[in-house]
T-cell receptor
């Protein structure tokens, strides 16, 4: 059972455009994390959000945790080719993580 | 620090063969995890461990066994491989679990093909 739904599954944009990836769940999580994975490598943590309504910024990336701690979004401003990768959200509950299926982002020059 | 390492990186098995995947971490982390990643499915938890000598089932444990005899090592075994176990396997570790949030550090993965 996939508790975390990510949308869209695939996103292809031109360099300089903005994009938003969504992560939705019917469950409440104690925290939610966003990872980026490049081909042939393991996921690497980008950010952890803990508090409902929390907004975190990491350079051109903005992460938001929903008020009810069931959903999150990742917004990239002025995307660059280096942002290409598989973006995964993961909800944490009692030390275990539930992952979404991921959003493949491709940024072309 | 090497972080999380996995061996082997690639393996091809025939149906019915057995093998063990080794995960090692040098960060003194308490929690370790084994995931499999399949196209369109994301990462699914197979087994995990909350400390040396302990193991627990995750979301998809059938066909796999694990052991955590030493804190730094977490082994994943396939006793009788099946084509459905063709996947990329990732090991991860984290400082602790429970209700406190913590970062998982992932290994580079093992690509397993079962013919």
């Amino acid at each position: 059972t996939q508790l975390l739904e990510q949308s869209p599954q695939f996103l292809s944009i031109q360099e300089g455009e903005n994009l938003t990836v969504y992560c939705n769940s019917s469950s409440v999580f104690s925290s939610l994390q966003w990872y980026r994975q490049e081909p042939g490598e393991g996921p690497v943590l980008l950010v952890t959000v803990v508090t409902g309504g929390e907004v975190k910024k990491l350079k051109r990336l903005t992460f938001q945790f929903g008020d009810a701690r069931k959903d999150s979004s990742l917004h990239i401003t002025a995307a660059q080719p280096g942002d290409t990768g598989l973006y995964l959200c993961a909800g944490s509950s009692w030390g275990k993580f539930q992952f979404g299926a991921g959003t493949q982002v491709v940024v072309t020059p | 620090n090497a972080g999380v390492t996995q061996t082997p990186k690639f393996r091809v098995l025939k149906t019915g063969q057995s093998m063990t995947l080794l995960c090692a971490q040098d960060m003194n982390h308490e929690y370790m995890y084994w995931y499999r990643q399949d196209p369109g499915m994301g990462l699914r938890l197979i087994h995990y461990s909350v400390g040396e000598g302990t193991t627990a089932k995750g979301e998809v444990p059938d066909g796999y066994n694990v052991s955590r005899l030493k804190k730094q090592n977490f082994l994943l075994g396939l006793e009788s491989a099946a084509p459905s176990q063709t996947s990329v396997y990732f090991c991860a570790s984290s400082i602790q679990g429970g209700e406190t949030y913590n970062e998982q550090f992932f290994g580079p993965g093992t690509r397993l093909t079962v013919l």
